[in-house]
């Protein structure tokens, strides 16, 4: 196995491209390092990327936040003008493991590992976040939502990195927020996990709203009836019931020991009408 | 599997301040190159993972899991761990002495990474609050603390000065003597003693619950592999391919020989060095496996046609036990209430945070083995009969341990350690990987238990009748003694004149199920405490007034017959729980009154525990000496497993003797110097080693006394070289050095058993099982989220009569851990052989998972217990499961009679107790 800490992407792209067998990259290695203990983990190449220049950083542009891929996700929360504008985001990616791991790992890992139950990627979803990638042949940009195609596969060609996400900057009065559960305080993987982000107008109600839900099917799901059902409201209780209801309706979600279909079902329905109100209250609805 | 053709690299950083450099394998974790490469063995590994948090270390100063960081990434930054923060970091320095005030540290295996973390935190923040502590340390695992104490260290750091007490005798809460090496990342555990070159073991074990297998040519897959020195398996067992704690039940080989019985049974184990095994491809190893159904439940163990686990135990039942008095179903039939019901309980694991580790190697003809352990003369025991070789030739030495809390007790890499070193006559090394460990040491038993209890209408109770069905496992370990302490303590503190209990252990193809703090009364007394609080609703009494008519008072007939005249303080713990029952009943009813969906609850529940072994002797033996300089010797070989025997047994020694405790110079249970003091188990280490620590100092003042003919209560004082002893204005003087001393260097010595008094019990289990019993009754109060099923406790409040409190702090430590594993026990554990093998999977409390915790200790003197002490070890987590089902019952109207009550167990429950309700 190679091991190779090139400092340009384009070094990255084209060492990723030219292997022969496996290749992983590696950014703070939270998922990859846990893999590699596998007896059945196999690899020729490894490309760390954290030494490439410029991937560590959030920067503040005009059309909103571009966060390289070696963040680590400690550093979003120190970022205040990022809390400021998504802080359902900031609070999810505050959610992945522990403070330990928080150090270490970055949401375009935890978005690229592809496990359904990824904390950030669900919030990212909501927020409309674009990912800008990285290949031999120049870069692209591909929503957030597009890049996970089922549990542990994304559509990257060979040789693709993702360089950078890219954060909209939120229109007025608009709040995010993520709520997730795992059974017990903290450091699980979610059982269930849930995005919301609403845009109000002045008089409170609500004229955009993106709602996305994790670990109920291979990959994240965005949810356009639970949308349509709170989209003209002010959230009174019906609409947060078919808000619920419309959540539930979407998984398909596993059986598994953390949790059966019937409870993940039902808990997408608890926590997307909590996660709503919280959304609401941060778009300045009352 | 990664390809074996590593490419080299070299890399620098910083590390505690002074410029390193290292070459690299490809891949390799930070965690390793530190502990391997730069000998930092203060950064723990207890997961490899990232799950457990004990690697943490700071790179540019911010916390990260040195086993999830790529060495590489290290290159040119800066890397700081325990010791060196110790040394240089004003905030490392303050957290050391808060951690040793509040006992924050216990068996220490998780300080390293608590205090770096800590470390972090209070850099940003010198004034955090307990929310910041918990958020901080939320990746940190402790098993054994409870962690309340942690959050109350950080808090404090730098704000308060030590506590500190000139005599140190029994009722201060002293620090722990052995405390330092805790908190500056000295302590040696398992893992951290062997010499780098030593030859590495690793077994190959049974990927499946039941398989017969074979092997193909060992001797040549050994020759034609690089690095492999030998490989050994059954017929490298030179005495009996056999073990076990309990001699009669013996019945685990060391390598299986023709049939594995669970998965993760060890079938051979290669040897080689440290590169090769690293990078050991298991599926080129020459074994063929043949899968064979397995019986995973008891039920299934005992339907008619199961395969027998062993031939000679029909039906897969391994033993049982029975205590009987009165008319229990005649008075059941005629009670004006009973109440009944079926309880069942998951395998829990221990989840220390120390994985099995050790070292060996040959000197002069003789084995020595360096490993963590509960019981080192256990493990002498068990090496003699299974190398066949001359006790004299065997030498175990124990090393710190990083949590047992029982499954420490039964052997698990002594035996390879040994033959390994015999058979290639070099040193050897062994680390269990978290899930080694998991799927190979043993469990708690899983129970299966039905009971049935009856009242009279004002409330007393007539009988009761318990039958549980206990999962062994494959192998018999401490099975037996489960079986006989439940039915002994199935009754809980209470006085029953009817009463019928019966406890099976039953085989099936499951992990050994051994001992775990209580050895079955904590699954007994869910049951129980569980059906009292029903039995008290249907009578419509308080659920708390209703014990305490109950309760066994002095000079009441336990269940076994046994009457103690004094000590018995049950009544006391109830009563001191009566006013947070009142206050916090009122306080979830007015909650209540406002809130749908997330309710609140309160719950309480007793227990009993009898120290030391049920009717068998269980001696300790302490010895003790002064040496000619003064210098005094307690050898103390009661092994220390965070509990804190070290500090207790040292101050009950000190306070008999009449000299400062800080005087003694401690020696370990290394058993070729220090007699046997039992193993640490079964509650037993304050009071039974306590007691010959007493004696052994009482022995020496006579001695000394006798020396210059003074009376029994003259002062004595041990200085250089001499020892005054004033008889009111008489004063003596001793010349050490006109003394001779023996081979051991003493001048004067001593050397004292002692053995609890207990009567055997007949065939209905009537009897003196144990010489005292503790005492415990648990109080909390939850808050249940319905929409969502989590229970979320809020608060404790414990009261412990310990007889005599002979160091507080360390009962307060006790009494929080053990409440942090009953409620793991209660909300979350449920170990699944193949399916939870590791931290991530198998969920254990973290720091945010455990509320605060309020003790009350009772001091009800025991008639045996050095100063009135009793044991108190196990009981701490008997009463928390029962009290937080009850508190879930209250706050819901639910009652969980299958634990774990996780999340979607109790939101399932929920949906059908309201679709019951809705229909009815
Ligand atoms: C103890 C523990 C707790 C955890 N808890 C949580 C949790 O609560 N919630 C959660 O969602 N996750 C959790 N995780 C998973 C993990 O931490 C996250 O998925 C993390 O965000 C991964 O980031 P990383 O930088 O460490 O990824 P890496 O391990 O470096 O990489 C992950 C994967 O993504 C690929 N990759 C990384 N960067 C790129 C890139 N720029 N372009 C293309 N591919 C790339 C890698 O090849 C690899 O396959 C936990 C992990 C551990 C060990
Ligand atoms: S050893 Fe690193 S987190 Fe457990
Ligand atoms: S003191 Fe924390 S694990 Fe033992």
Request: charged residues 20%.
């Amino acid at each position: 196995m190679r091991y190779e800490r090139p400092d340009t992407m384009q070094a990255a792209t084209a060492l990723l491209a030219g292997a022969e067998a496996k290749s992983f990259v590696l950014a703070g290695g939270t998922d990859l390092l846990v893999r590699m203990q596998n007896d059945d983990f196999e690899a020729d190449l490894i490309v760390d990327i954290k030494a490439i220049s410029g991937m560590a950083k959030v920067t503040e542009t005009d059309d909103g936040f571009v966060i390289g891929a070696g963040v680590p996700s400690v550093a979003l929360f120190e970022d205040t003008a990022l809390v400021a504008a998504w802080p359902g985001v900031v609070e999810a990616a505050n959610l992945i493991g522990s403070t330990q791991i928080q150090g270490r790992c970055t949401i375009v890992g935890n978005l690229c590992n592809a496990s359904p139950a990824a904390d950030s990627v669900p919030a990212l979803v909501a927020a409309g976040a674009v990912a800008q990638v990285a290949g031999p042949s120049g870069t692209r940009d591909v929503a957030v939502i597009d890049i996970p195609t089922g549990p542990g596969k994304t559509s990257l060609a060979k040789g693709e990195i993702i360089q950078a996400i890219l954060l909209p900057k939120p229109n007025a009065r608009t709040g995010d927020a993520y709520l997730r559960f795992i059974p017990r305080t903290e450091m699980d993987i979610a059982v269930v996990g849930v995005a919301v982000n609403l845009t109000l107008n002045e008089d409170g109600t609500v004229i955009a709203a993106r709602v996305a839900l994790g670990a109920v099917g291979p990959k994240v799901i965005l949810v356009d009836t639970a949308a349509k059902a709170v989209i003209g409201s002010k959230l009174e209780d019906v609409v947060l019931q078919a808000l619920s209801e419309s959540c539930s309706a979407a998984c398909t979600p596993i059986n598994d020991k953390r949790g059966t279909v019937a409870f993940r079902t039902q808990v997408a329905g608890v926590l997307a009408r909590r996660a709503a109100q919280t959304a609401y209250t941060r778009a300045g609805g009352k | 599997m990664m390809d074996k053709q590593m490419a080299y690299d070299i890399i620098s950083f910083q590390l505690n301040g002074q410029l390193v450099q290292t070459e690299l394998n490809a891949g390799e974790r930070l965690s390793a190159a530190l502990r391997d490469k730069m000998h930092s063995r203060d950064v723990k590994i207890g997961c490899d993972a990232g799950d457990c948090g004990a690697c943490t270390v700071l790179i540019d100063g911010a916390p990260v899991c040195a086993c999830l960081t790529p060495a590489h990434q290290a290159n040119g930054r800066e890397v700081e761990t325990l010791s060196g923060l110790f040394l240089e970091n004003q905030h490392a320095k303050n957290l050391a002495d808060s951690f040793q005030n509040y006992g924050a540290a216990q068996c220490g295996i998780c300080t390293p990474g608590m205090m770096v973390s800590a470390v972090a935190l209070l850099n940003n923040n010198p004034t955090p609050n307990s929310d910041d502590v918990a958020n901080a340390l939320g990746g940190v695992l402790c098993r054994c603390t409870g962690y309340r104490a942690i959050i109350d260290a950080v808090i404090a750091a730098g704000t308060e000065t030590s506590p500190y007490d000139a005599k140190g005798h029994t009722g201060a809460g002293i620090r722990r003597l052995d405390g330092l090496q805790k908190v500056n990342g000295t302590e040696q555990f398992g893992d951290d003693i062997a010499p780098s070159d030593a030859l590495v073991i690793r077994v190959i074990r049974s990927p499946f619950h039941r398989a017969c297998f074979h092997f193909g040519d060992l001797d040549a897959w050994a020759k034609g592999t690089p690095g492999i020195e030998t490989v050994l398996t059954c017929v490298d067992v030179k005495g009996e391919n056999c073990f076990g704690v309990i001699p009669p039940f013996a019945d685990q080989p060391v390598f299986a020989e023709r049939e594995a019985r669970f998965r993760g049974e060890a079938v051979a184990a290669i040897v080689g060095l440290a590169s090769s095994i690293e990078n050991f491809d298991e599926s080129g190893f020459p074994v063929v496996w043949e899968e064979r159904p397995p019986s995973m439940t008891v039920f299934e163990a005992m339907e008619r046609d199961a395969p027998l686990l062993h031939e000679h135990r029909v039906g897969n039942i391994m033993c049982g036990g029975f205590v009987s008095r009165g008319m229990p179903d005649a008075t059941l039939n005629n009670s004006d209430a009973t109440v009944e019901g079926h309880f069942s309980t998951s395998f829990v694991e221990h989840a220390y945070i120390e994985p099995e580790a050790g070292f060996a190697l040959v000197k002069d003809g003789r084995v020595e083995v360096y490993a963590c352990t509960q019981a080192p003369v256990m493990d002498l025991d068990e090496l003699e009969k299974i190398l066949g070789m001359q006790r004299a030739d065997i030498r175990i030495v124990p090393t710190g341990i990083g949590g047992g809390f029982g499954s420490k007790l039964d052997i698990s890499i002594q035996p390879y350690l040994a033959i390994a070193a015999l058979k290639t006559g070099k040193p050897v090394r062994i680390t269990y990987s978290r899930t080694e460990s998991m799927q190979s040491t043993t469990k708690r038993h899983p129970a299966e238990m039905s009971v049935k209890i009856g009242a009279s209408k004002n409330g007393k109770l007539t009988g009761m009748v318990f039958d549980g069905l206990f999962n062994t496992g494959a192998y018999a370990s401490w099975g037996p003694t489960v079986s006989n302490r439940v039915p002994v303590h199935a009754s809980g503190p209470y006085v029953l004149e009817n009463y019928r209990a019966e406890a099976k252990g039953i085989h099936t193809n499951g992990p050994p199920s051994g001992a775990f703090r209580g050895f079955g009364v904590p699954q007994a007394a869910i049951a129980q405490e569980s059906l009292f609080d029903e039995l008290a609703d249907k009578l419509d009494m308080d659920r708390l007034e209703f014990r305490l008519l109950n309760v066994l008072e002095n000079n009441d007939e336990t269940v076994c017959g046994q009457v103690f005249a004094q000590g018995v303080g049950i009544r006391a713990c109830f009563e001191g729980l009566r006013p947070a029952w009142q206050t916090e009943r009122k306080a979830a009813e007015v909650y209540n009154s406002k809130s749908k969906i997330l309710r609140r609850g309160v719950g309480i529940a007793g227990g009993w525990y009898g120290c030391g072994n049920t009717s068998l002797p269980n001696p300790s033996t302490i010895k003790s000496g002064i040496r000619q300089d003064g210098t005094i010797v307690l050898h103390q070989g009661a092994m220390d497993i965070g509990q804190g025997a070290n500090t207790a047994i040292a101050q009950i020694f000190a306070t008999t003797l009449d000299v400062p405790v800080h005087q003694l110079e401690l020696v370990g249970p290394d058993t070729d110097i220090t007699p046997d003091a039992g193993k640490t188990s079964a509650s037993r280490q304050t009071f039974v080693s306590g007691n010959a620590a007493r004696l052994s100092a009482q022995a020496l003042r006579k001695d000394i006394i006798k020396l210059v003919n003074a009376p029994q209560n003259a002062q004595i004082e041990i200085g250089q070289g001499e020892i005054t002893i004033s008889d009111g204005d008489i004063v003596h003087r001793i010349d050490l050095a006109l003394l001779t001393p023996d081979a051991d260097g003493f001048v004067l010595r001593a050397q004292e058993t002692y053995d609890p008094p207990t009567k055997p019990l007949d065939e209905n289990g009537q009897g003196e099982p144990y010489a005292q019993f503790g005492y415990a009754a648990h109080l909390v109060v939850v808050e249940v989220d319905t929409a969502m099923g989590t229970t979320r406790p809020i608060k404790f409040v414990a009261a412990h009569d310990v007889g005599h409190a002979v160091n507080p702090m360390l009962v307060k430590g006790q009494i929080h851990g053990g409440i942090a594993q009953g409620l793991g026990m209660a909300l979350m554990e449920e170990y699944i052989p193949g399916q939870t093998e590791n931290l991530h999977d198998y969920l254990i409390p973290t720091i945010g998972d455990i509320p605060p915790i309020e003790t009350i200790i009772v001091e009800e003197p025991d008639a045996h217990g050095p100063f009135g002490a009793k044991g108190l070890g196990e009981h701490v987590l008997i009463p928390t499961a029962p009290a937080l089902l009850n508190a879930i019952k209250d706050a819901t109207g639910i009652r969980i009679t299958n634990v774990p009550a996780t999340p979607s167990r109790l939101r399932a429950a929920i949906r059908m107790h309201y679709k019951e309700q809705a229909s009815g």
